[in-house]
């Protein structure tokens, strides 16, 4: 236990009994550690950095590609006439 956690459990075993105190400490450790599992699954894992790069690249020369093909027609279709 941290410094401040043996502080509370000394707050709460004057309150209540000794494994009242340790109850409490135990359901908060818990509730911070729910907590810190929930921000970790919103973060982006290594891998998955990658593959957003990836796909952003891919989308990225797809489009670059469509333009190239749109501009060739319309020059094409211009000297047609």
């Given at each position: 236990?941290?410094?401040?956690?043996?502080?509370?459990?000394?707050?709460?075993?004057?309150?209540?009994?000794e494994?009242?105190?340790?109850?409490?400490?135990?359901?908060?450790?818990?509730?911070?550690?729910?907590?810190?599992?929930?921000?970790?699954?919103?973060?982006?894992?290594?891998?998955?950095?990658?593959?957003?790069?990836?796909?952003?690249?891919?989308v990225?020369?797809?489009?670059?590609?469509?333009?190239?093909?749109?501009?060739?027609?319309?020059?094409?279709?211009?000297?047609?006439?």
């Amino acid at each position: 236990m941290s410094a401040l956690e043996l502080k509370i459990y000394e707050m709460f075993k004057t309150r209540f009994s000794e494994q009242e105190a340790s109850l409490v400490i135990e359901y908060f450790e818990s509730k911070a550690e729910e907590k810190i599992q929930q921000k970790k699954e919103t973060f982006l894992t290594k891998e998955d950095k990658i593959e957003l790069i990836r796909t952003i690249y891919i989308v990225g020369l797809v489009q670059f590609l469509a333009i190239v093909g749109s501009v060739l027609l319309i020059a094409n279709f211009m000297l047609k006439k």
